[in-house]
């Protein structure tokens, strides 16, 4: 039977985290893999409620208390090093615990296990839950990874990835900046399973505009090199267009491609192996709770 760890890095929200494990001890019922949940608490200042449910059809839960808070990623990031290293798996599902990883598509998941038992499979988004204004938002970012790295990134953390992709992740630094990035980077050859991005159960989504940017950002700089070779490509092929009638205007995209390129490689100074490797120094204790 295939060990299945399901991966959910959390701030505070814990009403959100109940909520999210009862529906995922639901939904993963005759489903033929064995199910255990990881939780990462980053470092939350709210105090960690009891967990007191009834998930008969989850192994167990670990909650691992971080000392300092590191961010979504990084969460991730310590999680995959710490379950590589020491736990018995076969497979990792890395799930935001808010409801808008939708725990009714895990099925989707194990089925296509099936077919796919080597590949990281992602949840390629077919439908988003927020405003138009985030959706064309979030348009124009994929639009942008894609003509700048070649890369076309439709997917989140919402993914499971076999342990050989695993020892890729926490191998390669960019894992500790973008979790889409690295994942891209490592595994060219992926499944594919489609995903709805669902409502938070509680509260407002923590995705804003300004997070969305440093998260576009973030994924870009894992392909620093394409992002300078097309740049490079672009600025010459326009400059020659244009070098005949050079107003201020026209000068426009010239300074948001050389913007674009400073921040990818400002941003891309967050990827560090070093912090990586040292993540699991960041632990306080571990709560290993049984069901």
Known sequence: MKKIKILIPVFNDWQSLFKFLENINNEVLNLDAEFSIIVVNDASTEVTPEINLNLNNIKFIQVINMKENRGHARCIAAGLKYIFENEEFDYVIPMDGDGEDRPEEIR?????LNYNPDKAIVGERIKRSEGMFFKFSYFVH?????TFTGESIKYGNYTCLPKSIVEKMINEKATWSSFSGSLAKVAKDRAIVSSERGTRYFGPSKMSFKNLI???LS??????INVLIRSILFLLVYMFLIHQNITAIMLTPIILVVALIASVLIVSERENLDEQNNSLSNILNIEKIKL
Do not use: A, C
């Open 142 to 146: 994929k639009i942008i990874t894609f």
């Open 219 to 224: 994924i870009i700089s894992v392909f620093k």
């Open 108 to 112: 989707d998941f194990i089925d296509s």
């Open 214 to 216: 440093v998260h576009s």
